[in-house]
């Protein structure tokens, strides 16, 4: 099969509209040259299914023929996802893919409490073993790490992250909190430690509160800290402090006003919390990719809606931050560990973590460290400081200066 003059158009208009020199190796290997440097990254179609997915679904086709050994990508790999945002290549194939958007939304609704765990599992369960292979240690933040000039590991970046939420918050000792997604428990036993504060981490997977709980034991700090099993949307009690890290962005659309009621009713009147929340600049539809293959139920938020959930339910914004630019480094240094230790992780369970895993996760790390790192991007990382009614003088500082201090 040869290279269906539609696909041709469209590559040839990504190395103009990306400004990249590429190849492109077809299945009886023709080879194809786009751009008038030498190639970036080579893109070698292994068979001609893969160059008719690619044809039809466009970047859905071509990465899930990446995903099953059809395609092969040499050379820069982070380049050619760079290239292919860039381009637009994401917005082609619409109506297919459009379609089986739609449908994993309404299959894998976040409605349900079951379906909303088994969503949560299916990405969280992987085991703590997997993830302490990659990310930072001993805390084992799954999230945006806070890198301000000289920050040099992303140990460092994420115990500065959980020290600026800290500040944020005006966590003091004397202080109850919860962590609603509370992950491995990284923010509770930070805060523990440094502060003395008191805290209930919720987590809907079990894997990660078996984990949890164990620790917290084995730490001997179950006067001070505790974990829930339960959906973010059960609320049991009210706490001086909300802590929300990566959270928002499993509510779903159809759940977004529901759990961000949650948030409100966890806090004390008068409190302060914060939501640390991948956001839409204006709404778009969440990536199929990310949905189908790697965060089943996920649905990124605008922030204009979550301003307007905050607002109907009695919360004062008190300050937005703007964490984009910090996500890319972080995702580099997650990369570049998975693929350091990626036989560590496949000997974990051979079947489970399999080329095809490999593949899809590594597509999700470099392309989302991309996503952020894009200059045209509308996909960023916010931290909402807000309060519970209106914040007085005396329960929030009149300026900033409390965020930066020694």
Known sequence: MKLPLSLRDVLEG??????????????????????????????????DAALLATATRAHIGLMEAYFDQEVDVEGDFGAALAAGMAAGFDQHGGTLNGIENSLHELRHSNRDFLQAKANARAHYGLG?????????????????????????????????????????????AGDSFIDIGCGFGGFMFRAQEKIGATGVGLNTTTEQVEWLRGEIERRGLEASLQVREADFREVDAQYDKVVSIGTLEHAGRDQLPQV?????????PGGLGILHFIAHVGRFDTELFIRKHVFPGGWIPSLADVLVEMERNGLEVLDIENLRRHYAPTLDVWTERFDRRWSDIQAIDP???DERFRRIWRTYLVGCAEMFRSPAGYTHL??????????TAVSYPMTRAHLYAP
């Open 382 to 391: 916010f931290q909402i400081v807000f309060s519970k009614g209106n914040a």
């Open 14 to 47: 990504i190395g103009r509209r990306a400004a990249t020199s590429f190849a492109v190796v077809m299945p009886d290997g023709g080879r194809l040259s786009i751009g008038s440097e030498a190639p970036v990254f080579t893109i070698v179609f292994h068979t």
């Open 128 to 172: 703590t073993h997997f993830y302490r292979l990659w990310l930072d240690d001993p805390l084992m933040m799954y999230t945006c790490g806070y890198w301000p000039e000289g920050t040099k590991t992303l140990e460092e970046a994420q115990r500065r992250k959980i020290d600026h939420v800290c500040r944020k918050i005006r966590l003091s």
């Open 351 to 353: 079947k489970r973590f």
């Open 260 to 268: 961000v009621r949650a948030h409100a009713e966890f806090l004390k």
